[in-house]
């Protein structure tokens, strides 16, 4: 047990934060789920009676993009107090934007809170230990930048080859060669032209929607989970932009 960890940090609790960016690594990677979760146990080997697992956040991103509703139980347990040490498998698990690692940070400090993970434990009120912290954070969002370059030059490289492959609107389809075709599905095909027939008649989406809804009408929509694509039928909605 590290000597940071002090009487006062095992009365308070731990809190063992699990996430994974996407669902297809919670399927997945299981290995990363196992170890995270594991981190409750090594929690309560170092003297933690209380520990919670916070994983409200398995399949969202730490961009900062998404909005991850286990991250904001997490910080409101360290401001008020709740938690002496904060566990995790990696920076990257906490997050991978500065904006939210260096909040939790200054959180954990103001709380004396501690950092856990495999590589020791980190308190934020130390300046050693707060500047790598630091670094651990700025790398984590280094490698999501990285990360994201390579996607898109990957992306960029197919389109030049003509092997780019992303998923179609209901009413097309990919063709073995790799074009884009109209679906063979007379009943999809079908629903796609009279919508669209019916928008140039009736001249707004508003209307069309409106009378696709008065008619009772099911339109296909293109369903994805996970690497597999379905049509399903669904009641038109109405979407606004803000």
Request: charged share 25%; with cysteine.
């Amino acid at each position: 047990m590290s000597h940071k960890i002090t009487a006062d940090h095992l009365a308070r609790g731990a809190a063992v934060y699990v996430r994974q960016s996407t669902m297809a690594q919670v399927v997945g990677n299981t290995e990363s789920k196992r170890r995270q979760y594991g981190l409750a146990d090594q929690a309560r080997a170092a003297g933690f009676a209380s520990v919670t697992v916070i994983d409200e956040d398995l399949g969202r991103s730490g961009s900062g993009v998404a909005e991850r509703p286990g991250f904001a139980r997490l910080v409101a347990t360290v401001l008020a107090g709740e938690v002496g040490a904060v566990y995790c498998i990696e920076a990257s698990r906490l997050a991978r934007n500065g904006r939210d690692w260096h909040h939790l940070i200054d959180l954990c400090a103001l709380a004396g809170t501690l950092v856990i993970d495999p590589d020791g434990a980190y308190d934020p009120r130390l300046v050693n230990d707060r500047l790598l912290l630091g670094l651990k954070g700025t790398m984590s969002e280094y490698e999501l930048s990285l990360l994201r370059q390579r996607g898109i030059e990957a992306r960029d490289g197919k389109a030049r080859r003509g092997a780019l492959r992303f998923t179609l609107p209901p009413g097309y389809v990919w063709s073995e060669d790799g074009r884009i075709e109209i679906d063979p599905d007379e009943r999809v095909s079908g629903a796609i032209r009279m919508v669209f027939a019916k928008y140039r008649e009736l001249g707004s989406a508003r209307q069309l929607f409106l009378w696709a809804r008065g008619a009772g009408l099911l339109l296909p929509v293109v369903q994805r989970n996970l690497a597999v694509c379905r049509i399903t039928w669904r009641v038109p909605a109405y979407h606004t932009v803000v």
